[in-house]
């Protein structure tokens, strides 16, 4: 018999209500600075590289270190929120990026469980179809669509 139910573990209604209500007062805080982009213009502006982030960096070590070198054509107070906003974002980033991770992982496992199952139904309609069973036949062809007879993953047989 093959693992099942990788993942007991199941949101409790506060629970997921405290989750979504934590993800509308992040949108909330977070509208100010949203920007939509177009296709075009994520392909134009894009995102700076590793190298270009290097690049970034020395010269506000630069700037900082030795302001007399620094161009006087730029405004350096918005260079400096610029690069702040830029770390804060990353960071806020990294971690929802983390929380998408983890919700990805334990929705997989919740997949994968529900698969088993219904095949473990669909293989237990086919036994009852076979003993002519009442029922099971319209059930048995209803999902006997999901099963191609060239895949290599064939529905199970009793």
């Known amino acids: 018999m093959g693992l099942s139910h990788l993942n ?3 949101l409790t209604a506060a629970q ?3 989750a979504k209500d934590a993800l509308t007062a992040l949108e909330a805080s977070l509208q100010d600075i949203q920007v939509n982009l177009s296709a075009d ?5 894009g995102s700076i590289n590793e190298q270009n982030k290097l690049f ?3 010269v506000y070590d ?3 270190n030795a302001p007399q070198l620094s161009a006087q ?3 350096w107070t918005e260079y400096e929120k610029d690069y702040t906003s830029r770390q804060n974002y990353e960071a806020l980033i990294a971690r929802m990026e983390a929380l998408i991770t983890n919700l990805k992982n334990a ?3 919740h997949d994968y469980d529900n698969y088993q199952d219904a095949l473990t ?3 237990y309609s086919n036994y009852k179809l076979g003993t002519n069973t009442s029922g099971y036949e319209v059930k048995v062809n209803e999902l006997k669509q999901f099963f191609s007879r060239t895949s290599q993953e064939s529905p199970p047989t009793t």
């Not at 213009?41 to 502006?45: A, C, F, L, M, V």
């Open 41 to 45: 213009e994520r392909k134009k502006y």
């Open 107 to 109: 929705k997989i496992l």
């Open 73 to 75: 054509d730029i405004d």
């Open 16 to 18: 997921l209500t405290d």
């Open 62 to 64: 630069f700037h900082n």
């Open 56 to 58: 970034v960096n020395k």
């Open 8 to 10: 007991n573990k199941h």
């Open 121 to 123: 139904d669909y293989a």
